[in-house]
């Protein structure tokens, strides 16, 4: 393996640092995001059953202690349940958008990484062609095929490596936009059944006699 990575030049060095950032940076948010989505119905259920019998304290400890974006939205509207309808749905929707790029960070580094890791294997690929055309030029007309050959492998090397790097990387930005947008829904149902919950709630409380 290690007379490949040499064989393919400092382009394959290249491409093996850009690949394992790649990796770094897919397993990160794959390990961020598997924690920031959460079995919405039964954490709604857990929070509304305690509202319903006093229990506001606990319900906000409940969502302290749960990850995601979704606990953070519930968290959000029962510390502003007393602010006016429309208020209470703009303070929301705010910490909704701020949750966001939190969910997406660093993978704009993951699909920068998947568009340039097969240009550099085709970068690869013209230098080892050039080597090729020297060791030609310079052995001209009895060059050895040897030395054509040396030019050859690290072309096809580098090729290889940028599109058996890029690929994966591609697959796995794609993958993980999949997993935001999953979230985005969840925060987007819990925003509005935790709203709707305590504006019924709200309305209730001052229709009792």
């Known amino acids: ?25 897919f397993l990160e948010r794959l390990f961020h995001l598997h924690r920031a989505q959460i079995k919405v119905d039964d954490f709604l259920n857990g929070i509304t059953t305690n509202l319903s019998h006093g229990n506001d304290l606990e319900a906000v400890s409940i969502c302290d202690q749960t990850p995601g974006p979704a606990a953070h939205l519930v968290r959000t509207a029962l510390l502003h349940r007393h602010e006016p309808k429309d208020k209470l749905i703009t303070i929301v929707q705010q910490a909704g958008i701020r949750e966001i790029p939190r969910l997406e960070r660093h993978m704009n580094l993951l ?99």
């Open 1 to 25: 393996m290690i007379e490949w990575i040499n064989s393919g030049g400092p382009v394959m060095w290249l491409i093996l640092v850009c690949g394992f950032i790649a990796l770094s940076v």
């Open 111 to 209: 699909i920068t990484l998947a568009q340039v890791l097969p240009m550099l294997g085709l970068f690869g690929t013209v230098l080892g062609l050039l080597q090729m055309l020297a060791a030609l030029m310079a052995g001209s007309p009895l060059a050895e095929i040897g030395n054509l050959a040396s030019g050859l492998w690290s072309a096809l090397l580098t090729t290889a490596a940028g599109l058996g790097a890029g690929i994966p990387a591609y697959a796995g930005y794609h993958f993980l936009v999949s997993r935001v947008e999953s979230i985005a829904l969840d925060m987007e149902q819990t925003a509005e059944e935790i709203i709707y919950f305590l504006i019924a709630s709200s309305n209730g409380a001052r229709n009792e006699p």
